[in-house]
């Protein structure tokens, strides 16, 4: 089975930068893609952020691009998400999640592995 945690989730003010972390352990973890989503309150999860397998590749949503970084360390078995030019539309749970696969997804079914999210508030 994959274990992930998020952490690094708070509050903080328009146009400020903020760093998610993801945890992950299990079997499949160093060979599969991985993801970021988020859901804001009484909206759908919506996809943010993805990884393949060796960090080597990403895809980022029109919304976050240019703004989010997403990256990892294999090593240390971490996933991370840099937030900056945060806007108060970017405020929501933040999920990390393992891919099925070792590519770039960018669609919820791919994630059969979710962490329990950590709440992002940005302030206006």
């Known amino acids: 089975q994959v274990q992930l945690v998020e952490s690094g989730g708070g509050l903080v003010q328009a146009g400020g930068s903020l760093r998610l972390s993801c945890a992950a352990s299990g079997r499949t973890y160093k060979n599969s893609g991985m993801g970021w989503f988020r859901q804001a309150a009484g909206k759908e999860r919506e996809f943010v952020a993805a990884i393949n397998w060796s960090g080597t590749s990403t895809y980022y949503a029109d919304s976050v691009k240019d703004r989010f970084t997403i990256s990892r360390d294999n090593a240390k078995n971490i996933v991370y998400l840099q937030m900056s030019s945060l806007k108060p539309e970017d405020t929501a749970v933040y999920y990390c999640?393992?891919?099925?696969?070792?590519?770039?997804?960018?669609?919820?079914?791919?994630?059969?592995?979710w962490g329990q999210g950590t709440q992002v508030t940005v302030s206006s």
């Open positions: 999640a393992v891919a099925s696969g070792a590519g770039l997804y960018r669609n919820h079914y791919n994630y059969p592995y």
